[in-house]
Structures are given as structure tokens and as C-alpha cells.
């Protein structure tokens, strides 16, 4: 079992910056890769970013560039820097954990999510 608990959502203007993180506590072998989601109003969750056991990161295109996705092992923690955000940027964002070395489909654990709204 793995349990994930998000904090460092907010309310920003449109060209701000949050961080966000993730602790991960309990069984490892769950979290060897891990990832954020979100969900926009009136929207299906989808990927933003994903990170693998050997570190290696991919994001969704809408976020390349701006997004970065990091993880100390040290402290079990996911971290997700998001820079000149944008109005569609808002949602609630959700931290996921997966046994597999790369997330493939949903994944197995999931935070309860912290929401971002990004004003314009």
C-alpha cells in the first residue's frame, strides 16, 4: 500500500508559478514511478507529467517547457514546478504511484488532488 498527500495548490495570476508537492509513505515498490494529473472542469483527469524509476521525465505537450517534474528519494517526494502558468492550466492536480518502473495507463495510488486555479 502507498499513500500519497499533495500540498502547494493556490490561486495565481496567469504568468505565476506554484510548486507543488507530493510526500509518499508506506510499501516503496509501489511508487517506483510516479506522475501528476489533472482534471479541469467539466473534464475527463488526464496526464501532465511522469516520471520513471530511473528519473527520466515526459510531459504532456500542453505543459512542455513550462512544467518540470522531480522526485527526491531521499525524502519520498514528488515535486511538480509549474512556471508561466495559464488560465488552462486550472484543475484539480493529483499526484499517482505505480509499482510498474513506468506508468503505463492509470495508475495504482492516488492522492486526494490540490486544486489550482490560475486567474487571468
Known amino acids: 500500500q502507498v499513500q500519497l498527500v499533495e500540498s502547494g495548490g493556490g490561486s495565481v495570476q496567469a504568468g505565476g508559478s506554484l510548486r507543488l508537492s507530493c510526500v509518499a509513505s508506506?510499501?516503496?515498490?509501489?511508487?517506483?514511478?510516479m506522475g501528476w494529473f489533472r482534471q479541469a472542469p467539466g473534464k475527463e483527469r488526464d496526464w501532465v507529467a511522469l516520471?520513471?524509476?530511473?528519473?527520466?521525465?515526459s510531459y504532456a505537450d500542453s505543459v512542455k517547457g513550462r512544467f518540470t517534474i522531480s522526485k527526491d528519494n531521499a525524502k519520498n517526494t514528488l515535486y511538480l514546478q509549474m512556471d508561466s502558468l495559464k488560465p488552462e492550466d486550472t484543475g484539480v492536480y493529483y499526484c499517482?504511484?505505480?509499482?510498474?518502473?513506468?506508468?503505463?495507463?492509470?495508475?495504482?495510488?492516488w492522492g486526494q488532488g490540490t486544486q489550482v486555479t490560475v486567474s487571468s
Open positions: 499517482a504511484a505505480d509499482p510498474l518502473t513506468v506508468v503505463v495507463g492509470t495508475p495504482y495510488y
Open positions: 508506506g510499501d516503496p515498490t509501489g511508487s517506483r514511478s
Open positions: 516520471i520513471a524509476r530511473d528519473g527520466s521525465p
